[in-house]
């Protein structure tokens, strides 16, 4: 996409924050965003309607291109591809999907050298209500390393994780699952290892009893396990 479409809104030519970009973006835009430092934490403000009419947000080469925070999908349709996530994030998380944030894309992102207690990717539950997140999304392609908390924790319905790398985790469970109906494929998980002090972590993968009610029916197929210590290669 160009500057020159009128669906294409440049940041920071146009929009001197992907904040701005995000305010201004209906149904079928794009925010281009261009390399350099955006401190900020991005919350949608609308989403598309259809797959073939959403508001992406683009990384225009991800070379470069730091959102020191990430960003928060409350709305329907949206897509996040080719983002360098890292630094201090004021939220528990770099990339959150709560209810509302049904059908999101994300893509292609790298999600790395995280702050203490802050997720890479979370789809938003409550021990009290449950699922307070999204469904029907698809998550491809992402790469998550040295983070300082769980790499990932779903919740909703129908969600498909595919192609992610999961690496270098200090300690921490790479995947904490809750929901339904989420399907796993051919992603990788490894070089993951204990740290002391959080007892025998990481997992591989970890689920719980209840989380307001429910965690079933996944599908793993095709995942790649290899360089976990000999207590974590299971929940």
Known sequence: P???SS???CVPEEYTTIQLCANAAVAGDTCLVNAGSYPEQVVTKSGGTSDSNRVTFKANGAVGTVIALGFDIRHPYVTVNGFDITGTSANQQYIGITKGGDNCQILNNYIHDGQRL???ISFYSSSSTGNISGNS???KGNRLARLNYQFMAT???GHRFENNIFEEGGGWDLLRVFGQDHVF???IFRNSAPASGIGN???FIQSF???GGRSFNMLFEENWIEGLSANSATG
């Open 155 to 157: 919740d909703g319905n």
């Open 209 to 211: 009893s209840d989380n």
């Open 2 to 4: 160009e500057c020159s």
């Open 201 to 203: 972590h990481p997992d």
């Open 7 to 9: 669906a294409v809104k």
């Open 185 to 187: 494929y051919r992603n």
């Open 118 to 120: 802050v997720y890479g």
């Open 137 to 139: 999304c698809l998550v």
